[in-house]
């Protein structure tokens, strides 16, 4: 009596033919739903994980830039040659001229500090700041009739839609006959926008460039920065070295990778970090595979007494056990797979019923950063997290496997 048709029958007849108690079965069962479980959430969180670095760093990158030239004492004139000159340079995508400043903007009583980014016209669009989103208002009349546009959660402080005005007040003094005084100027708001980001969304005034010339006075071929984006993010190390060349010393240079290295560390170890904790959720569920194999083990030792007497050899009474074992494994796994696809589709779904049903916040962005909530896949980690149930599996199942396939098929029947 041998052969896979006689293992995979008798395994077969284990799984689905569970004893009169039902104790072992429910062992089963919940050996099963813990893999499910534990694999869900390892892939589920991870995603999330994933979704929220991508979108943390797109909207970083999005609304700074890939690299930044910064002009010494914030001024860069004579800009457009050199800006042509870093545009020709290879895997540089587009370059964004602008003036940036810090500010104070005001509206009914209400005062916020704010940075003001000069844009040229053909920028002051959706696509070319990053994850922008209009919310109210519209950016071609901005290009168009001149004022401003703010960050949605700037406007929601102030307390300002779009038709209001609201004054801007630079810490530049200027020269009056009667002293120095703050230069400020109101501005009516064409546009709201949701940059993704909500340090960025609290803080962002955009306008023209030629209007922020001359509220800044600047002349009208200076500027304080040009932003340099890239076709990959990860050739910065390659653009860097030509870049200090072309700049020559006038200006400084940044990567992205120096914007916020601490925040970029930690989150690459945190990734690493979780995967391990969430790891150790599997092994645990694979101990339950250990435990209700070594009792039906105990269960079936008459069993395999007489499988034993009847020619079945030790290599196939472990073949036996190790496809139950490995069976309930790779089920859990499977089942985790289809839980964590469901939960990553409708991850926005669950986070508004989750808010409606018990009154929480699940994602706030003050303390997330970005506004909304995502899951990006990455299949090399889903893979890496099948292959370690796996292994977790079979590793849980050769010790009950070779415990049966010792028994002494005598010494049983002689206590039936």
């Given at each position: 009596?041998s052969?896979?048709?006689?293992?995979?029958?008798?395994a077969?007849r284990?799984?689905?033919?569970?004893?009169?108690?039902?104790?072992?079965?429910?062992?089963?069962?919940?050996?099963?739903?813990?893999i499910m479980?534990?694999?869900?959430?390892?892939?589920?969180?991870?995603?999330?994980?994933?979704?929220?670095?991508?979108?943390?760093?797109?909207?970083?990158?999005?609304?700074?830039?890939?690299?930044?030239?910064?002009?010494?004492?914030?001024?860069?004139?004579?800009?457009?040659?050199?800006?042509?000159?870093?545009?020709?340079?290879?895997?540089?995508?587009?370059?964004?001229p602008?003036?940036?400043?810090?500010?104070?903007?005001?509206?009914?009583?209400?005062?916020?500090?704010?940075?003001?980014?000069?844009?040229?016209?053909?920028?002051?669009?959706?696509?070319?700041?990053?994850?922008?989103?209009?919310?109210?208002?519209?950016?071609?009349?901005?290009?168009?009739?001149?004022?401003?546009?703010l960050g949605?959660?700037?406007?929601?402080?102030?307390?300002?839609?779009v038709g209001d005005?609201v004054?801007?007040?630079s810490?530049?003094?200027?020269?009056?006959?009667?002293?120095?005084?703050?230069?400020?100027?109101?501005?009516?708001?064409?546009a709201?926008?949701e940059?993704?980001?909500?340090?960025?969304?609290?803080?962002f005034?955009?306008?023209?460039?030629?209007?922020?010339?001359?509220f800044?006075r600047?002349?009208?071929?200076?500027?304080?920065?040009?932003?340099?984006?890239l076709?990959?993010?990860?050739?910065?190390?390659?653009?860097?070295?030509?870049?200090t060349?072309?700049?020559?010393?006038?200006?400084?240079?940044?990567?992205?990778?120096?914007?916020n290295?601490?925040?970029?560390?930690?989150?690459?170890?945190?990734r690493?970090a979780?995967?391990?904790?969430?790891?150790?959720?599997?092994l645990?569920?694979?101990?339950?595979?250990?435990?209700?194999?070594?009792?039906?083990?105990k269960?079936?030792?008459?069993?395999?007494?007489?499988?034993?007497?009847?020619?079945?050899?030790?290599?196939?009474?472990?073949?036996?056990?190790?496809?139950?074992?490995?069976?309930?494994?790779?089920?859990?796994?499977i089942?985790?797979?289809?839980?964590?696809?469901?939960?990553?589709?409708?991850?926005?779904?669950?986070?508004?019923?989750?808010?409606?049903?018990?009154?929480?916040?699940?994602?706030?962005?003050?303390?997330?950063?970005?506004?909304?909530?995502?899951?990006?896949?990455?299949?090399?980690?889903?893979?890496?997290?099948?292959?370690?149930?796996?292994?977790?599996?079979?590793l849980?199942?050769?010790?009950?496997?070779?415990?049966a396939?010792?028994?002494?098929p005598?010494?049983?029947?002689?206590?039936?």
């Open positions: 009596m052969g896979q048709g006689f293992e995979w029958t008798v077969r284990y799984l689905l033919r569970p004893p009169s108690d039902g104790f072992i079965s429910l062992n089963t069962i919940l050996s099963v739903v813990a479980l534990g694999v869900a959430a390892l892939i589920s969180v991870m995603s999330v994980m994933n979704g929220f670095r991508a979108g943390l760093m797109e909207s970083i990158l999005g609304h700074q830039g890939h690299a930044v030239i910064y002009g010494y004492s914030a001024k860069i004139d004579n800009y457009q040659p050199l800006a042509e000159k870093v545009a020709s340079l290879p895997h540089v995508k587009r370059v964004r602008y003036i940036e400043a810090q500010v104070m903007v005001t509206q009914n009583g209400r005062s916020y500090g704010a940075i003001v980014r000069g844009l040229p016209d053909e920028h002051l669009t959706e696509a070319s700041m990053g994850d922008a989103k209009v919310i109210d208002g519209s950016l071609n009349i901005l290009r168009g009739e001149g004022g401003i546009v949605y959660m700037l406007a929601r402080k102030l307390g300002v839609r005005t004054t801007i007040i810490p530049n003094s200027v020269s009056t006959p009667f002293g120095s005084t703050l230069r400020y100027l109101a501005f009516p708001v064409q709201v926008v940059l993704g980001l909500y340090q960025f969304d609290e803080t005034v955009g306008m023209p460039l030629d209007q922020a010339q001359t800044f600047y002349d009208e071929n200076t500027i304080s920065n040009i932003e340099i984006f076709d990959d993010p990860e050739n910065i190390d390659a653009v860097l070295p030509i870049l060349d072309v700049v020559d010393g006038k200006a400084i240079i940044q990567g992205w990778r120096s914007y290295p601490a925040l970029i560390g930690a989150l690459q170890t945190e690493v979780m995967f391990m904790i969430l790891s150790l959720i599997v645990v569920a694979v101990f339950n595979i250990s435990s209700s194999l070594v009792m039906l083990v269960d079936k030792s008459g069993d395999i007494a007489i499988l034993r007497t009847m020619g079945a050899t030790r290599r196939s009474i472990r073949r036996v056990f190790l496809i139950v074992g490995l069976s309930v494994g790779l089920t859990g796994i089942a985790g797979g289809v839980l964590s696809s469901l939960f990553i589709t409708y991850i926005v779904e669950i986070k508004v019923f989750i808010e409606w049903a018990f009154g929480l916040n699940v994602w706030d962005p003050e303390t997330r950063w970005i506004s909304e909530i995502r899951a990006d896949v990455d299949w090399v980690e889903v893979m890496l997290t099948v292959v370690v149930a796996v292994v977790m599996s079979f849980a199942t050769v010790i009950p496997a070779i415990r396939s010792r028994l002494d005598v010494a049983v029947l002689r206590h039936e």
